[in-house]
């Protein structure tokens, strides 16, 4: 089992920065990728970034590349999202996901343990 814990979301105005961490503890050889998502009010969840523990090229959603940076501290079992340019539609519930592989990313299938979630709001 891998247990999950989101934090850093809050609110921002729109065009500022913020970023999320998500700590990874328990059977950490099941959380070899860990991967972010998002769901905002009556949408479905959002592939956001995916990254392989250790690894050096981030899975990224065509919505945020360019703005998202996804990385990592293996020492200590926690991925980042470093997120610029927010916009009101990045607004949403951000969850961190993990499992042991990753091929296609960010897809919500390939993730077995989830987070509870950390509220990202973007004012204006």
């Known amino acids: 089992q891998v247990h999950l814990v989101e934090s850093g979301g809050g609110s921002v105005q729109a065009g500022g920065s913020l970023r999320l961490s998500c700590a990874a503890s328990g059977n950490i050889l099941s959380a070899n990728c860990m991967g972010w998502f998002r769901q905002a009010p009556g949408k479905p969840r959002e592939g956001v970034a995916a990254?392989?523990?250790?690894?050096?090229?981030?899975y990224y959603g065509d919505s945020v590349k360019g703005r998202f940076i996804n990385s990592q501290d293996k020492d200590k079992n926690t991925v980042y999202l470093q997120m610029h340019s927010l916009k009101h539609e990045d607004a949403a519930m951000y969850y961190c996901?993990?499992?042991?592989?990753?091929?296609?990313?960010?897809?919500?299938?390939?993730?077995?343990?989830w987070g509870q979630g950390t509220q990202v709001t973007v004012s204006s």
């Open positions: 996901a993990a499992d042991s592989f990753c091929i296609r990313g960010p897809v919500e299938s390939e993730f077995r343990y």
């Open positions: 990254i392989y523990i250790g690894g050096s090229n981030p």
